[in-house]
């Protein structure tokens, strides 16, 4: 079975340093893979995803993630964080046949410090 | 109105009450979704419908009962819920259920109490 794992359920960094948030998947196939956000008190939020084509994913809010078959990871970069980055980060993969069905990591609350 | 809303936004609730929880969705889609986001648990899908048809129950139990009355309504009716039932229901939306890099969109959420 697949599933997703985020190493880290808490990272905090200095505003201006490099963000790197760990996504790990697990599946006997590629799968397609998101970056979702949820800051406080709101819904979730894409920041970017992966399905086919160019490894290294842009998304908003100047966050990309690299897909690398070989380690089965999708980790999540930031050059220099922001106060405003703070929140609460997700990792899903999502198969190709069935329906579009998302398996969530547990989640990386990232905390941005002065 | 723009995106996927959910109301009420909290909900605190007896073990033998009934309620309900709803989604409405303003983005055109087919497919809507219910998420239960529990404090020490991953999100965890429990109900996928497409075009008002449900395709998909995770194993719920039957006191949460969904209604998709037409593609832009969802409803999570809740009746005899235990405690450990208290979680964050996350109502989402896509274009096609069948597309799965299809973006799904998110509402607030409703924050429940069982007491």
Known sequence: AQSVTQLGSHVSVSEGALVLLRCNYSSSVPPYLFWYVQYPNQG??????YTTGATLVKGINGFEAEFKKSETSFHLTKPSAHMSDAAEYFCAVSLSG????????????????? | ETGVTQTPRHLVMGMTNKKSLKCEQHLGHNAMYWYKQSAKKPLELMFVYSLEERVENNSVPSRFSPECPNSSHLFLHLHTLQPEDSAL??????QDPGINTDTQYFGPGTRLTVL
């Open chain 2, 89 to 94: 229901y996350l109502c989402a939306s896509s």
């Open chain 1, 98 to 114: 069935g329906y579009n069905k998302l398996i969530f990591g547990a989640g990386t609350r990232l905390a941005v410090h002065p």
């Open chain 1, 44 to 49: 979730l939020q894409l920041l970017l995803k």
